[in-house]
């Protein structure tokens, strides 16, 4: 069971760091998904553990950072320069797919309960 946590409110331009506590046996590969109100769900970001090779969606690439910290099998999402798109439920999930497969919601069996992050005008 994934646990995401660190979402809130802020203003445009602010940032946010979110929070997952992924175990190992979830498999290799932790994303962030979002899904805004009434849109389906998209892929955000992913990171393989142990070896760190990532990826972005186009949309936050320069903007957001996704990061571990393996010791404690965490996956952070750090998100700057914060726009009122990016409001959405952020969920984590983890995966044993191939890396050409992460973007892929339906490649993942576990998630975590999601997490809220409202952006202001």
């Known amino acids: 069971q994934l646990q995401a946590s660190g979402g809130g409110l802020v203003q445009i331009g602010g940032s946010l760091r979110l929070s997952c506590a992924a175990p190992?046996?979830?498999?290799?590969?932790v994303s962030w998904f979002r899904q805004a109100p009434g849109k389906a769900r998209e892929f955000v970001a992913a990171?393989?553990?142990?070896?760190?090779?990532?990826k972005y969606a186009d949309s936050v690439k320069g903007r957001f950072t996704i990061s571990t910290i393996n010791a404690e099998n965490v996956v952070l999402l750090q998100m700057n320069s914060l726009k009122t798109e990016d409001t959405a439920v952020y969920y984590c999930?983890?995966?044993?797919?191939?890396?050409?497969?992460?973007?892929?919601?339906?490649?993942?069996?576990?998630w975590g309960q999601g997490t809220l992050v409202t952006v202001s005008s």
């Open positions: 999930a983890s995966t044993r797919v191939v890396w050409s497969g992460v973007s892929n919601p339906v490649n993942y069996a576990y």
């Open positions: 190992e046996l979830s498999g290799r590969t």
């Open positions: 990171i393989r553990r142990n070896g760190g090779s990532t």
